[in-house]
Nanobody, 114 residues
């Protein structure tokens, strides 16, 4: 059974940083593209960043230069380092693995506010 568990969300002031983690179990996560999505209140879920098994990463234009996705295949964990956070980054952040129809974590809330 595939399971994704996110952690690391919280409340941070504008300009601050957070690092999200997503621990995968039930799969060899290193074989699949892993991604982070987010969904703000009243908006559709959007892709934030993804990384292929070979290490190629892609980012939404809104986070380029501020967010970095990385993965530790030995730990079956993918990370999202978020710097220079803005109020517009406030959302629930979800981890995703591109296997079959896709699997999702439960989400972790990130709130950027002074």
């Amino acid at each position: 059974q595939v399971q994704l568990v996110e952690s690391g969300g919280g409340l941070v002031q504008p300009g601050g940083s957070l690092r999200l983690s997503c621990a995968a179990s039930g799969i060899i996560s290193g074989l699949f593209t892993m991604a982070w999505y987010r969904q703000a209140a009243g908006k559709q879920r959007e892709l934030v960043a993804s990384m292929t098994p070979g290490g190629t990463s892609t980012y939404a234009d809104s986070v380029k230069g501020r967010f970095t996705i990385s993965r530790d295949n030995a730990r079956s964990t993918v990370y999202l380092q978020m710097n220079s956070l803005e109020s517009e980054d406030t959302a629930v952040y979800y981890c995703n693995v591109r296997l079959g129809a896709g699997y999702w974590g439960q989400g972790t809330q990130v709130t950027v506010s002074s």
